[in-house]
């Protein structure tokens, strides 16, 4: 179950742009290059954090939390509103990442936040059934096999997967729902 949560936008910073062309806009328009879309995710940030924490800590009383964040930024903010919560930072030494991985493999840790360049490969975590992803890029493969290390054979409720981002960043979703929806057609 994928559930979007829009944050909106100040759109007050578009009127101080020019696109290419020497044209003024508005609002924003959700157009995101490389360089607009991380430029929109430091504008959103503490906003997309907030919402992500509101909604791990509720799920994380009944269920098992994995929040999927793509910079040390928002680690740093997602710790500082979820304190009890456990992060998996690349640059930890190595024996300290797998002791948190598996902790939180064997039930040890209710609410962890990584990066998918970190945990969204080969791991198993069928128990837990909640995922949020606070920052979502064009790239499908990490959000589909971070996806898939709740959703895995042996999972007999469904997951839920919250996705949280800023509504300057809607084509990267339809993008990324395009995607999927061709991934499944595959399959």
């Known amino acids: 179950v994928f559930n979007p949560h829009i944050i909106a936008v100040d ?4 009127w101080d742009e020019v696109d290419d062309r ?8 959700g157009r995101t290059s490389a360089t607009n879309m991380h430029r929109e995710k430091l504008a959103t940030l503490k906003q997309r954090m907030a919402k992500a924490a509101e909604l791990a800590l509720y799920h994380a009383a009944n269920d098992f939390v994995i929040v999927w964040c793509e910079t040390n930024a928002e680690a740093d903010e997602l710790r500082r509103l979820m304190p009890e ?8 030494p190595l024996d ?8 939180f493999s064997n039930g040890k840790i209710r609410l962890l936040i990584t ?8 791991l198993n975590w069928q128990h837990a059934g ?8 064009h790239k499908f493969e990490p959000f589909y096999q971070g996806y898939k290390r709740s959703h895995r054979f042996g999972r007999t409720e469904p997951v839920t997967c919250h ?8 084509d990267i979703l339809e993008n990324l729902t395009a995607k999927h929806e061709a991934h499944v057609e595959m399959q």
């Open 163 to 170: 996705i949280v981002y800023a509504e300057s960043e809607g």
């Open 11 to 14: 759109h007050a910073r578009a």
């Open 115 to 122: 990066k998918p360049k970190i945990a969204a490969h080969g």
């Open 85 to 92: 919560a456990v992060e998996v930072r690349g640059n930890e």
């Open 130 to 137: 909640t995922q949020i992803w606070t920052s979502i890029t």
């Open 96 to 103: 300290i990442k797998r002791q948190k991985l598996e902790d």
């Open 22 to 29: 020497g044209q003024a806009s508005l609002l924003i328009t």
